[in-house]
């Protein structure tokens, strides 16, 4: 199965500033990567999907970027409403489905 | 409005079976795959099983294999996770989960949860 790691696992910032979350597969994913923001108590909500494209509904500030094994999720002007938990996900050909860890955006 | 709806969980002892339902509106049931995904209490998410459009393929996760089976009925616009065997790491809110229609698998729209817990 094709593992996920995410980077950091915690991380702690500023209303306005530029966030970046690193996700590394354990072998090439070409571009299948998926990116979900989780609040507590709610379902996951997709963001980025394909690597870079972004969801219907999700503000600009949000990116995505990267092929092969890395990829980046960035926030480019975190606003109060995006502290919360994120999440990578891989779907390459077939299940199964594997997703990062996890990385918890708090306020500083 | 896309909507998909999760029932059945509960307590369970552990050993003891529950099945989960899904009934989904607001779209065209029959034109994607479907899955299950979980999140153990203070923990991440952990994908479970898949069902393709017309149920001709399915995948479990190794943790579930030969215990879980997954369904649906495109007739009546739902999913189904029949659990078997349960154990204490079963316990978690699973979600029902929509891939999207184009192919590439992403996950865009989710349930609400319904916890399961297996405890004595």
Redesign the interface.
């Known amino acids: ?1 094709i593992q996920m790691t995410q980077s950091p696992s915690f991380l702690s910032a500023s209303v306005g500033d530029r966030v970046t979350i690193t996700c590394r597969a354990s072998q090439s994913i070409s571009r ?1 990567l ?1 990116w ?1 923001q ?1 609040k507590p108590g709610k ?4 963001l980025i ?2 690597a870079s494209n972004l ?1 219907s509904g999700v503000p600009s500030r949000f990116s995505g970027s990267g092929s092969g094994t890395d990829f980046t999720l960035t926030i480019s002007s975190l606003q109060p409403e995006d502290f919360a938990t994120y ?1 990578c ?1 891989q ?1 390459y050909a ?9 990385t918890k955006v708090e306020i500083k | 409005e896309v909507q998909l709806a999760e029932s059945g969980g509960g307590l369970v002892k552990p050993g003891g079976s529950l099945r989960l339902s899904c009934k989904i509106s607001g779209f065209t049931f029959r034109d994607h795959n479907m899955n299950w995904v979980r999140q153990a209490p203070g923990k991440g998410l952990e994908w479970v099983s898949s069902i393709t459009s017309s149920g001709s393929y399915i995948y479990y996760a190794d943790s579930v294999k030969g215990r879980f089976t997954i369904s649906r009925d495109n007739a009546k616009n739902s999913l189904y996770l029949q659990m078997n065997s349960l154990r204490a790491e079963d316990t978690a809110v699973y979600y029902c989960a929509r891939e999207g229609a184009y192919g590439d698998s992403e996950i865009d729209y989710w349930g609400q949860g319904t916890l399961v817990t297996v405890s004595s």
């Open positions: 199965d299948y998926n979900y989780q379902a996951p909500k997709l999907y394909v969801q999440y996900q779907s077939t299940p199964p489905w594997t997703f990062g860890q996890g």
